[in-house]
T-cell receptor, first 115, second 117 residues
C-alpha cells in the first residue's frame, strides 16, 4: 500500500534560519500533497498544499516543492520565528475504492526554533 | 462557523466499557474521517464516509464502528474499550471541488484524548 516517509523526525534551528522537511511517497497515482502544522493540544491545520500539476508553490515564508519523477516533496520555511515551533506533517492522497480523497500521513517532524 | 467540533474533549474509560465520540461539522462537507494519533505514528485513518448513510474502513478499523445518519455528524463507537485504544482521536471533513475534479484540504477538529485503563 501507499507509504509516506518523512524526515527528519526532529529539527532544531536558530530564529531567522531556514528549515527544510522532506517527504517521499510510493504511489505514483498520488496527486495532492498537503502540509499540516499541529501545535500542542490542537488539531492539525493546513499551512500549504500542492497538486501534481505544479512543481512549486509559495506563500510568504512557506514554500513547497514537488518532484513527481523522484516521488518526493519538501516544505521550506524561511526566516523562522519562535511561533513556527510545532509538529509538521506531510501527506499524500491515495486512491481507495470509490474515494480519492483519503490521505496517508508521514510520522511528523517536531520543529523547534530557538530565539 | 464553528468548523469541525468534537465531543467530548477528554474521557477515561475502564477496559470493556463502551463509548461514542461525536464529530459535527457545519461546512456542508460530503466527506468525513476519523483518525487516531499515537506518539511517533502520525495520523492513521480508522473509518471514513463519502456521504450520508455510507461508511468505509480505513487503515486501522478493528475495534471501532461508525455511523453517518446525518450529513453533518459522524459518530465513532468503541463497543468494548481496550488499553490499546488509548489515543488522541481526530475527526476531519472535506469536500470535492467539481470544477477541478479534485479533493480539497481536510479540516480537523480539536481532538478527543481517550485513556483506557
Amino acid at each position: 500500500g501507499e507509504n509516506v516517509e518523512q524526515h527528519p523526525s526532529t529539527l532544531s534551528v536558530q530564529e531567522g534560519d531556514s528549515a527544510v522537511i522532506k517527504c517521499t511517497y510510493s504511489d505514483s497515482a498520488s496527486n495532492y500533497f498537503p502540509w499540516y502544522k499541529q501545535e500542542l493540544g490542537k488539531g492539525p491545520q493546513l499551512i500549504i498544499d500542492i497538486r501534481s500539476n505544479v512543481g512549486e508553490k509559495k506563500d510568504q515564508r512557506i514554500a513547497v516543492t514537488l518532484n513527481k519523477t523522484a516521488k518526493h516533496f519538501s516544505l521550506h520555511i524561511t526566516e523562522t520565528q519562535p511561533e513556527d515551533s510545532a509538529v509538521y506533517f506531510c501527506a499524500a492522497s491515495i486512491r481507495d475504492g470509490g474515494s480519492q480523497g483519503n490521505l496517508i500521513f508521514g510520522k511528523g517532524t517536531k520543529l523547534s526554533v530557538k530565539p | 462557523n464553528a468548523g469541525v467540533t468534537q465531543t467530548p474533549k477528554f474521557r477515561v474509560l475502564k477496559t470493556g466499557q463502551s463509548m461514542t465520540l461525536l464529530c459535527a461539522q457545519d461546512m456542508n462537507h460530503e466527506y468525513m474521517y476519523w483518525y487516531r494519533q499515537d506518539p511517533g505514528m502520525g495520523l492513521r485513518l480508522i473509518h471514513y464516509s463519502v456521504g450520508e448513510g455510507t461508511t468505509a474502513k480505513g487503515e486501522v478499523p478493528d475495534g471501532y464502528n461508525v455511523s453517518r445518519l446525518k450529513k453533518q455528524n459522524f459518530l465513532l463507537g468503541l463497543e468494548s474499550a481496550a488499553p490499546s485504544q488509548t489515543s488522541v482521536y481526530f475527526c476531519a471533513s472535506s469536500y470535492f471541488i467539481r470544477s477541478l475534479a479534485a479533493y480539497n484540504e481536510q479540516f480537523f477538529g480539536p481532538g478527543t484524548r481517550l485513556t483506557v485503563l
